[in-house]
């Protein structure tokens, strides 16, 4: 490099630009530099002209970033470093405080000072940063650079120092001419001394001539000295003036050093907008993340919903229509509708959430018809027939559907149907929501499916269930003609015996003749019942309701079997709510529950005891009412707990096991429950929930 190449670099920067203050002319020189040279960082330190005590930085690193500060002149010694120098070389992990004020972040490397003179005095510093020792760092440098220095200390005092220097030299002239001011005033105090002298020379001489003479001298002195008057203060006025120009130079240089300290402000604020900006845009960002992921989670809520609840229906048609119900908050359509072919026949349900008009109505059938026969399918579409709400022609303006969506309905491999959906807003169904419908549109044919399967398994299981009852029927018939063969024989045998004793009879007393007939009593109440049970299994239950009060049915009941209860010598205690409310029932078929129940109770008791019948609400199924009988006999064994309600299960010597079985059956007729509470030693407690 030499001042031949560094001019002509520096004029290739200069005509980039059209016009250059101070710091920018010191950025071009720092850039030149540093691109010649291949520095890591070239630096201008230069003397505010202006304040002689002031430090200016202006400089350009490899990042192109332009430092521009200002620091008390004391702070950077530089006329003492270079006093007598052409070079001043710094090693930086040596002399760190130094290097620190230029930059903290220098560890390590090498600082060159060049000095920038002009004809009189240092009034900047060339700063030259390697991280090493190589390139032109080195003994010459000095010498090198001293004509390179002197040119840009010329271009920076052209650029900044002109007008101070005319200041400089203005102030200079204003002080001569003070100078002369003052002396012509010295010399018209003189004159008007000699004036005055003059005057007491013409009161005290007669010599006429010299007067005039002498007054002819001091007319031309006082002419010429009020000429210089008047020249000094046309000057005087000119310097005001000047002076004047000065004071502005110096109130602009001050405005300009506020306007780059405005300007640097400026930047940091910029820099710190552009920081928020990026911030802004990232959070924009996380924004835009986060509402996809919350749509992704709506989409499979959506499908998982839909998936959990369609094992649920059993028939097609309640399954579309409850799809239909939860799919338009996510969708937001005007108008859904689907159309199914099962076993032969075709149906269609349309569900508008806004009225609509028939014109409305059969575009939207056009569309679902141009669908099904791109799918291959030539269906018959009437949607007029199932629209609940259909508006005239004069009271709506029409309004055609822009936006279908049709996706077909499939039963394995055969499409049976479609589901559609429309709106009047056009491309009101984005992508990501027709992706969500042709999901929807699978995840119902399997449902479709197993609701067909399902049905189909049902009535295969109702045929097989008829064959099954029909045979068990048989089966337990055949076991009761055995079970009721041999429960007749001994009342029969009984009512035969005594039959045949009062026939022995010659002359039969009294008591012979009531004992004889109270065993016929018993052996035919023994045969009512058998047949009774026989003829309660033998048909289906059905049940006749009507308002009951559950509190009169008991104390019926207990008048069946009160006789029954008396022999066995059960004491009967009532805890009956008087308020309870009439349930529906068959009053007939209650009856029979409760005589089972207390029959059943009384047979626990064979040596006596308490039966406490109680009925209140219940306290534990909200809706019901409770009736209790709770026995003090002999209780159970928990495997017999879990067979007693069985068909032909029985604890007895006598008896067809047939009581129990009926018994709950007919409770679950009336929507009720039966259960037992037992233990062996402790009685028994049969709980009876029937429904208000």
């Known amino acids: 490099m030499n001042l031949e190449n560094f001019c002509q670099e520096f004029e290739q920067e200069r005509a980039l630009v059209s016009s250059l203050a101070t710091d920018e002319l010191c950025s071009i020189i720092t850039r030149v530099v540093l691109r010649i040279l291949g520095l890591d960082v070239s630096i201008i330190m230069l003397y505010d002209i202006v304040n002689w005590d002031m430090v200016g930085i202006a400089g350009m690193g490899v990042s192109e970033e332009i430092v521009n500060i200002r620091l008390p002149a004391n702070e950077w010694p530089f006329s003492e470093l270079l006093e007598g120098r052409d070079q001043y070389l710094i090693e930086v992990d040596k002399d760190k405080n130094f290097v620190s004020k230029i930059n903290p972040q220098w560890n390590s490397g090498f600082l060159l000072l060049l000095p920038l003179k002009d004809e009189h005095r240092l009034i900047g510093t060339l700063i030259l940063y390697r991280k090493d020792f190589s390139g032109p760092f080195d003994d010459k440098i000095g010498s090198f650079f001293r004509p390179i220095c002197s040119h840009i200390a010329f271009l920076i005092n052209t650029q900044q120092s002109a007008s101070l ?72 006025v000119t310097l005001e003036a000047q002076v004047g120009d000065i004071e502005k130079l110096i ?67 309640s399954l579309l229509d409850n799809v239909l119900e939860r799919i338009h908050p996510f969708f937001k359509y005007e108008l859904g509708a689907y159309l199914i072919s099962e076993g032969g026949r075709t149906f269609s349900k349309v569900k508008p959430m806004i009225p609509v008009t028939q014109r409305t109505l059969e575009t939207i059938a056009e569309g679902i018809g141009d669908e099904l026969r ?9 949607l007029l027939a199932h629209c609940p709400s259909i508006l005239s022609e004069s009271d709506k303006e029409i309004q055609e559907s822009h936006s279908l969506l049709t996706a077909p309905l499939f039963d394995q491999e055969e499409i049976i149907g479609v589901l559609s959906i429309s709106s009047s807003e056009p491309e009101a169904f984005a992508l990501s929501k027709k992706r969500i419908f042709d999901l929807l549109s699978s995840h119902l044919s399997l449902a479709i499916a197993k609701i067909k399967l399902l049905k189909e398994t049902q009535q295969e299981l109702k045929k097989v269930q008829t064959k099954l009852v ?5 089966a337990a018939m055949g076991e009761i003609t055995s079970k009721v063969s041999h429960e007749l024989k001994g009342p029969v045998g009984r009512i035969i015996m005594a039959i045949s004793s009062m026939k022995r009879l010659s002359t039969p007393s009294p008591e012979k003749l009531n004992e004889y007939i109270d065993i016929l009593e018993r052996a035919s109440h023994q045969t009512n019942e058998i047949i009774k049970n026989i003829l309660n299994f033998s048909r289906s239950v059905s049940l006749e309701l009507k308002l009951v009060n559950v509190n009169k049915l008991i104390e019926e009941a207990v008048l069946l079997v009160e006789h029954e209860l008396e022999r066995s010598r059960v004491q009967l205690k009532y805890r ?9 029932a068959d009053p007939a078929r209650l009856e029979e529950v409760f005589t089972n129940l207390i029959t059943n109770a009384a ?84 709980t009876v929930l029937l429904p208000r």
């Open 470 to 474: 029909r045979s068990s029927k048989m």
């Open 374 to 382: 791109l799918m291959g399918l030539n269906m018959k579409i009437d």
């Open 576 to 584: 009956l709510e008087k308020n309870l409310p009439p349930i529906l």
């Open 165 to 236: 220097i005319r200041w400089d030299r203005r102030s200079g002239r204003l002080a001569d001419q003070i100078k002369q001011t003052v002396e012509l005033r010295e010399q018209t105090e003189k004159i008007r001394l000699r004036i005055e002298q003059s005057a007491e020379l013409i009161s005290k001489t007669k010599d006429k001539v010299k007067i005039r003479e002498e007054a002819k001298k001091l007319r031309k002195e006082s002419l010429a000295l009020e000429k210089n008057v008047e020249i000094l203060r046309s000057q005087i």
């Open 251 to 317: 109130f602009q240089a001050k405005e300009r050093d506020k306007l780059i300290t405005e300007r640097d402000k400026l930047i940091k604020e910029l820099e710190q907008l552009r920081e928020q900006i990026k911030s802004s845009s990232q959070l924009l960002e996380q924004a835009r993340r986060i509402e996809e992921l919350v749509e992704k989670k709506n989409e499979l809520s959506l499908l998982y919903d839909i998936a959990k609840e369609a094992p649920s229906f059993n028939e097609i048609s």
């Open 603 to 686: 047979q626990a008791m064979p040596r006596g005891g308490d039966l406490t019948i109680r009925s209140l609400p219940s306290p534990d199924a909200l809706g019901f009412i409770q009736i209790e009988f709770q026995d003090t006999g002999s209780g159970m064994s928990q495997q017999v707990k879990d067979r007693l309600f069985e068909l032909f299960f029985t604890t007895k010597s006598n008896g067809l096991g047939l009581g129990l079985a009926i018994s709950k059956e007919i409770v679950e007729k009336h929507k009720g429950q039966i259960r037992i509470e037992s233990k062996e030693g402790m009685g028994s407690t049969f």
